[in-house]
Structures are given as structure tokens and as C-alpha cells.
């Protein structure tokens, strides 16, 4: 098997769920951005993704404790659920986003925060996605764990735990360590 070729931009993404498990819970909302490596935003998506309200609702009341702290999304999340698109035509607009820069034979970076869990719920319900997606990915969190444990240095990123706000954080997060590293 030969090396997968990497795009030159990178799929910003950021999910939200109705909680972690990928199997049992599903996206709600997802944000994604491209940029290239300045971080410069080139491009921003957003969607709602319908799920069934029986489901939202169980999976919310197992994931309870979450989202009883922070109910202000949970309430924005359930009511924008009525408005929200079938999941196959959010994965097809996440494909022409991907499609519109990088070509068929590359695949792209996935980046974000603690984007490993994102990645598990792409894997489940966006497998044309999925196969786009190079199987590296950029994880700021590690970037958090290096930064706070070897220099005591923290950002501080606001969680609204909605996904656009979220995504935009992360980046602005990457810039403050690459900052510490390239002044």
C-alpha cells in the first residue's frame, strides 16, 4: 500500500452529541472549517443534523449530569433538532467542503479538540466521510497536556458546547501554544 497523500488544508471539526458513546448517541450539530496552515479560515460549514426526538431524549437523560450543567445548550440543541437536516445530506455537504479542497486522491487532516471521540462518531455515521479523512489527525488536546503539564501555561477557552464557538476556540487555542513555541 502506498502513502496516502495529505491535502494542504485541514477539516476543522467539532461535534455536538446527545452524548459520548458513538455506538448508542448521535451528532446533533456539527461545525467544520478549513483552513490552511496559518490557520486562516478558508471556508465554514455548519448544520444541524435531525435525530429522533425518543432518542434525543433518552440519551440525554443518560448523559444527564452533563447536560444538567450546562442547560443552555442542551435547550438550544433540542429545539433546533426540529429544523435539522437528515444526516445523509449533512455527511454529502461535508463531502463537497472536503471535495471543493482536496482532491480524491489525498485525504484530509482532521483537527480539533480531543477530535478522537469526533472521530469515532464519523466512523459510525459518516463512513463516505470517514473515508476522505486521513487516519492522522491534529489533537490540540495534546497540545493542552504538553503546555500545562511541562510549562504550567493555560489557555483559557471558553466551553459554550456549541459547535462553531467551540471550533473557533480550538484554533485560537493552537495559535496561543504555536505562539509559546515560535514568538
Not at 496559518?38 to 443518560?62: D, I, Q, S
Request: with cysteine; hydrophobic share 40%; charged share 30%.
Amino acid at each position: 500500500m502506498g502513502k496516502l497523500k495529505t491535502c494542504d488544508k485541514l477539516l476543522w471539526v467539532d461535534l455536538e452529541m446527545t452524548g459520548l458513546d458513538p455506538i448508542e448517541d448521535r451528532i446533533l450539530e456539527v461545525a467544520a472549517i478549513i483552513t490552511d496552515w496559518e490557520l486562516n479560515e478558508l471556508e465554514v460549514y455548519e448544520a444541524v443534523k435531525k435525530v429522533g426526538p425518543n432518542l434525543m431524549k433518552t440519551r440525554m437523560a443518560v448523559a444527564g449530569e452533563f447536560w444538567d450543567a450546562n442547560p443552555e445548550a442542551r435547550d438550544a440543541l433540542v429545539a433546533q433538532n426540529l429544523d435539522g437536516k437528515n444526516g445523509r445530506v449533512v455527511e454529502n455537504e461535508l463531502l463537497e467542503l472536503v471535495n471543493k479542497f482536496c482532491d480524491q486522491d489525498s485525504r484530509m487532516i482532521l483537527a480539533g479538540n480531543s477530535i478522537h471521540q469526533d472521530r469515532k462518531f464519523i466512523d459510525n455515521e459518516w463512513h463516505r466521510l470517514s473515508s476522505r479523512l486521513h487516519y492522522r489527525m491534529l489533537d490540540v488536546s495534546a497540545w493542552k497536556v504538553v503546555f500545562e503539564g511541562k510549562y504550567d501555561k493555560k489557555f483559557a477557552k471558553p466551553e459554550a458546547h456549541r459547535a462553531l464557538s467551540d471550533i473557533r476556540g480550538s484554533i485560537e487555542e493552537l495559535k496561543y501554544y504555536l505562539a509559546k513555541v515560535n514568538p
